[in-house]
């Protein structure tokens, strides 16, 4: 996303996890500003955490992590007015900024990320692809807007 990412994030200590977000956003944005001689803020809020507590809301934060960047290209898709699922679809096999690629067995940023609870989770890459897919056919935004962080 131009301004923002999401992060799920397991973390043993709140502190740990707030130390880690503080120096990953720091480092980043100076290492940004230097290379393209600028200066402010690059994301569009500060850190923002939000507690997983039930299984109802963990369910649904994968797919909406890795379909937030419909948001540039299908919007309507917070809506449940998506014109045409199989081309949105397609924009998500191509955004390579996203673990999604990952998550269906496309070689992304393997090195970045740790897929083995969540795939156990879905029963493997098929199981992931078609869960997604079965997703957007059947969600009710109204359910999850409580966990909607923008």
């Known amino acids: 996303m131009p301004n923002h990412y999401h992060l799920l994030v397991i973390s043993k200590k709140l502190e740990y996890l707030t130390l880690f977000m503080k120096k990953l956003n720091g480092g980043y944005a100076k290492y940004f500003n230097e290379k393209y001689q600028r200066?402010?803020?690059l994301f569009e809020r500060r850190f923002k955490r939000v507690l997983i507590k039930k299984e109802e809301h963990f369910i649904h934060i994968p797919y909406y992590i890795h379909?937030?960047?419909?948001d540039l290209e299908y919007s309507e898709w917070r809506n449940r007015k998506l014109k045409n699922l199989q081309e949105a679809i397609k924009f998500l096999e191509k955004y390579r900024w996203s673990s999604h690629l990952d998550y269906l067995g496309i070689k992304n940023f393997p090195s970045v990320t740790q897929r083995e609870f969540l795939l156990d989770v879905f029963k493997g890459e098929k199981g992931y692809k078609e869960s997604?897919?079965?997703w957007f056919k059947s969600f009710d935004l109204e359910e999850i807007k409580q966990w909607i962080l923008e």
């Not at 379909?67 to 419909?70: E, F, H, I, V």
Request: aromatic share 0%.
């Open 132 to 134: 997604i897919e079965n």
């Open 39 to 41: 200066t402010g803020t």
């Open 67 to 70: 379909c937030n960047p419909l």
